[in-house]
């Protein structure tokens, strides 16, 4: 029998003005709680755009130390035939970022210019099967139980193989915190002339993003990487 775990999905909406707390939420600027940081693409040299923040101790406690993680990806560099040079999709590629902040008590926001409008996501506790959704051999029949959307906790549902990061430190796979869904304000229409007035993050086409940190604090950062169909 499988086990199930705790997950909470999000809705995600366009928030009514700017977030200034430290809380859960995509777009805007970041809010930090210890000090502030600008990250740069290893590859490129571009300040990264930021994606989103996560508390990191509700509603699921993931870290001893750190209290919040500041999500960053590079808006790329491409070459002559438009092709993605930085690799923003990977893992510890230095073309993203997962800034790991313990709570020093301050609010420091940047003044830079956001890549979308402050989103809200509000959470609802479920449950869900602990499996590796890249399986598909042994847990078909109850694959379609875990949530294919923005989601805090639970396992991740991948779109391709299982790439779960390994901390260089200790050795054991990273834990997964949270996956994004790159379609912000829903499933883009099938009239693409409306296509500007959705918000989407560049996860390849319609992809998901995917967040882990080390449950022993090894690591001043996280994790990031999407994948896409």
């Known amino acids: 029998m499988v086990s199930k775990i705790d997950c909470f999905v999000g809705t995600v909406s366009r928030a009514s003005g700017p977030i200034d707390t430290p809380s859960f939420k995509f777009g805007g600027k970041p809010v930090f709680i210890s000090h502030l940081e600008n990250p740069i693409c290893k590859h490129c040299g571009q300040p990264m755009d930021f994606i989103g923040q996560i508390p990191l101790d509700k509603p699921i406690n993931f870290s001893k130390r750190f209290k919040m993680a500041y999500i960053f990806i590079c808006p790329g560099k491409f070459d002559d035939r438009g092709w993605l040079e930085c690799d923003t999709f990977q893992a510890f590629s230095g073309s993203n970022a997962v800034l790991l902040q313990e709570d020093l008590g301050q609010i420091i926001i940047p003044n830079i210019k956001p890549l979308f409008m402050d989103y809200l996501i509000r959470i609802t506790h479920e449950l869900e099967p602990n499996i590796d959704t890249s399986d598909n051999e042994n847990f078909r029949d109850i694959i379609d139980e875990v949530k294919m959307t923005t989601k805090i906790g639970g396992v991740p549902s991948w779109i391709q193989n299982n790439e779960n990061p390994i901390c260089p430190v200790c050795t054991k796979p990273l834990r997964f915190v ?47 990487l999407w994948q896409s169909t």
Request: with cysteine; net charge negative; hydrophobic share 30%.
């Open 178 to 224: 949270v996956q994004i869904d790159s379609q912000l304000d829903g499933p883009l229409p099938a009239d693409p002339t409306h296509w500007s007035e959705y918000n989407t993050y560049n996860f390849g086409d319609a992809g998901m993003g995917y967040v882990f940190i080390c449950e022993n604090d090894c690591l001043e950062n996280g994790a990031f």
